[in-house]
């Protein structure tokens, strides 16, 4: 019987699992990606990456933040849990048996939950004033809860007026009874909570009255009042970023009639001695929330308040929290609770944010900000454009859009004396009378041709695939990714309609290409 020779490749052809470096390529490509907001190529990556490497708990987190952003709830809250192996600690939770020995105590993680019940808080104090909404479901539905939490939250805690009982996390104790535990954070999976419904019941704490009137005394009458926070616990392992130099702030102190007042505690409220525009900012000192209780003064000054502009810290919660409106000034790769919105917050309807663009570069989110509060001083007045309105009947935006055309049909192509090259030099100047002492209305317009120049290459695929006849998925996967682009690019526009403001407003981009002759598939 004839027999197969013997192989010499010695396996070589068989398929290897990436060694140790091949997986922090792949890990670094997967940052990259979701910082170029492509989170679907990022998930596969995360994903491949723990099916190879379960102990990666830096793939493990990267995939918690890329589910969140996604809004694939379950599955995000889940891999949330990482959090846990990134503590010194992880939480547990032990009784004592009949026998003098101890078990540990049932985590609950959905279900009925159990009639008595410890939760436990587990991060910082905005984490705390976020989340501990979630025990309000739970009063309804008669679990009697005990709250191991950080003490100076007590009394804000308590203008929920639910009957729970507060426990410090600072000191060791017992709690008899209890029939199962959870994390804070853990609230909205394990009772399968709607995502639509966790902006529900805002306001859900109050400001003492008392206090109210009495700090409202101490704050000019008139005016536009916005009070400002800049800088987080510099000591928080969140802090990367997103904090904001206080002299950030000027445009908004230049506005006339706004009146600022000082939100800040900490080391970061050094910086109000050296501001420049010291003046027009009121500091309320150390006798804000001086008393061991957090943020009660701070709540209560809020109420006097016409907006709140501050960055990611506990601040935008408590604001958040009464229902007040507060703009929220976010770094470029922002916390995963602010997902990947544009605007608007799952948590709180009254917030808005506004996102950082450029690593570093707060001058962007804080225009739109100024843009913002002078529409809401005088809706009916438009600001002063950055430069007289441009000769051509356009805004701003639309000439960075067109100006990013014509260099495309310009680049590459001798058209020279053409009209192509004389609306160019026409669009140019007018936009370098604009745009030359601003390096962020450059960025923006530079990537405005990036759009342009991918949109071209899509184009071009669709107009030969529709030629061809073929209307399958990846005909109606190239229609949704130029619309996608389209979307951004009309952002862009719009975003530097902020920065330039003028009479005119921006209109929404065209795509030349159509996705309904030969398809009878509904594109979404």
């Not at 190879?52 to 889940?78: G, M, S, V, Y």
């Not at 009925?112 to 309804?140: N, S, Y």
Request: hydrophobic share 40%; net charge neutral; proline share 7%.
């Amino acid at each position: 019987m004839r027999q197969n020779p013997p192989s010499h490749n010695d396996g070589k052809d068989m398929i290897r699992a990436p060694n140790a470096t091949e997986v922090s390529h792949l890990f670094a490509l997967a940052e990259h990606e979701i910082v170029k907001g492509r989170h679907t190529e990022a998930l596969i990556l995360l994903r491949f990456i723990r099916s190879i490497d379960p102990e990666h708990t830096d793939a493990a987190a990267r995939l918690a933040l890329t589910l969140f952003r996604r809004e694939q709830w379950n599955d995000a809250w889940d891999a949330f849990d990482i959090r846990f192996k990134l503590m010194s600690a992880q939480p547990s939770v032990r009784i004592r048996t009949p026998d003098g020995g101890s078990r540990e105590l049932p985590r609950w993680r959905g279900g009925e939950p159990p009639k008595k019940l410890l939760v436990m808080d587990e991060q910082g104090l905005g984490d705390t004033i976020q989340f501990m909404r979630f025990l309000r479901p739970l009063v309804a539905q008669r679990v009697e809860i005990n709250f191991v939490t950080h003490e100076i939250l007590f009394d804000l805690i308590r203008t929920m007026q639910l009957p729970i009982n507060l426990l410090p996390s600072s000191q060791p104790g017992s709690v008899n009874g209890a029939t199962g535990w959870t994390p804070l954070l853990h609230i909205p999976r394990a009772f399968g909570l709607d995502p639509s419904s966790y902006g529900n019941g805002i306001p859900y704490i109050s400001a003492d009255p008392v206090r109210v009137k009495s700090w409202a005394r101490k704050m000019m009458p008139k005016g536009f009042k916005i009070g400002i926070c800049w800088g987080g616990n510099p000591d928080s392992p969140a802090e990367k970023g997103r904090s904001i130099p206080l002299e950030a702030f000027a445009p908004l102190a230049a506005l006339p009639d706004v009146r600022l007042f000082s939100l800040q505690k900490g080391v970061p409220a050094k910086e109000i001695n050296d501001v420049s525009f010291r003046r027009e900012l009121f500091d309320f000192g150390d006798d804000l929330d001086g008393d061991g209780k957090a943020f009660l003064d701070t709540a209560a000054i809020m109420m006097s308040l016409d907006l709140i502009v501050t960055v990611d810290t506990s601040i935008a919660h408590v604001a958040g929290a009464l229902g007040r409106p507060v703009h929220i000034l976010l770094r470029r790769e922002p916390d995963w609770r602010w997902l990947a919105r544009e605007k608007d917050s799952v948590w709180y309807p009254t917030a808005t944010l506004f996102r950082q663009r450029i690593p570093n570069e707060w001058a962007e989110p804080m225009a739109m900000v100024v843009a913002d509060v002078v529409a809401r001083m005088a809706p009916s007045i438009s600001s002063q454009p950055v430069d007289a309105l441009p000769r051509l009947p356009v805004s701003f935006g639309e000439l960075a859009d067109q100006l990013a055309r014509l260099t495309l049909d310009r680049r590459g192509n001798d058209v020279s004396g053409s009209e192509v090259a004389r609306r160019h030099d026409v669009f140019l100047s007018e936009w370098e009378k604009t745009s030359s002492n601003n390096s962020v209305l450059r960025t923006l317009q530079k990537e405005l041709e990036e759009i342009l120049a991918m949109n071209r290459e899509v184009e071009a695929q669709l107009v030969s695939m529709e030629a061809r006849g073929e209307f399958g998925q990846p005909f109606v996967g190239l229609v949704r990714e130029l619309r996608r682009s389209n979307a951004k690019r009309a952002d862009l526009m719009h975003r530097i309609d902020v920065l330039a403001p003028s009479d005119i407003r921006a209109s929404e981009p065209e795509t030349t290409v159509k996705a309904t002759r030969g398809s009878n598939k509904k594109v979404k």
